[in-house]
């Protein structure tokens, strides 16, 4: 549960953070840490996906390079996921209509994955929303009802998300994160919100590597798995 609530703060901090902290009337908690504790619970390094649910680099990535460097390293404790599905989308005002509408690259059908995909992520926490993504990406057509299934998932909550609110709304909080590093390739994998745009190719074929690169230079730590790695 709290996971859910830190991400979806996490979706909405551009909107909430700004009016609050000018009131001074902070609220928050100041934890005190023992100075020679050393981090019990292992650090996480942030990576954000920035994907699209129909571009084929962005299953392959997803599907062959991401999960495999979770699963096969053990990394899920170490790391601290996000996903937008988002990619080389954009928004316009339809003037007639006289609302935002979004288009995609590949077209409505990937709006309306992107759009679930977005749902996937804000109701289930981030490891249970990362695997049913990951199943999902297997094919091009919607299979959240085959994957659901087969991994005994309740998706009632997606399934609300999906139909109760607009695609362009779904994806507004996704977009406003991916429009800010204006990509040019999808999928694009950013370490500790710091893009690094020319080096995306070889961070998608050495995704292991630059993990391990970049936790080292957070923690100063080599991970166990790394030291091959490296
Ligand atoms: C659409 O119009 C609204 C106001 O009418 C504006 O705030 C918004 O930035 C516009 N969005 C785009 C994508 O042009
Ligand atoms: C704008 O909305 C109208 C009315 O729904 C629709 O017919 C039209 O295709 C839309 N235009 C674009 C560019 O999406
Ligand atoms: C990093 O860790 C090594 C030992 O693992 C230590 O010798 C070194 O001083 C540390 N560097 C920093 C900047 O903390």
Request: a positive charge; hydrophobic letters at 35%.
């Amino acid at each position: 549960m709290n996971k859910i609530f830190g991400f979806l703060l996490c979706a909405l901090c551009l909107v909430f953070v700004r009016p609050t902290s000018g009131n001074g009337q902070s609220t928050e908690r100041v934890t005190k840490v023992t100075p020679t504790a050393t981090p019990d619970p292992p650090g996480k390094l942030l990576v954000a996906i920035h994907y699209e649910t129909l571009c084929p680099d962005s299953v392959f990535f997803i599907r062959r390079r991401l999960y495999d460097a979770l699963v096969d390293n053990n990394w899920w404790p170490v790391t601290d996921l996000k996903l937008y599905p988002f990619g080389k989308a954009s928004f316009y005002n339809n003037t007639s209509k006289g609302e935002m509408q979004v288009f995609c690259q590949h077209g409505e059908d990937e709006c309306e994955l992107n759009a679930l995909h977005a749902c996937i992520i804000e109701t289930l926490d981030v490891r249970r929303a990362f695997n049913l993504i990951f199943c999902m990406l297997r094919s091009y057509s919607n299979q959240l009802d085959e994957c659901a299934r087969s991994m005994r998932l309740d998706v009632s909550k997606v399934r609300e998300c999906k139909s109760s609110r607009k695609t362009a709304d779904i994806l507004a909080p996704y977009g406003r994160e991916t429009l800010k590093l204006g990509l040019s390739f999808v999928p694009s994998i950013v370490f500790e919100n710091d893009f690094d745009p020319y080096g995306q190719s070889s961070i998608r074929y050495h995704f292991d590597r630059h993990f391990c690169k970049q936790y080292l230079k957070k923690f100063n730590i080599t991970l166990p798995t790394c030291a091959a790695i490296l």
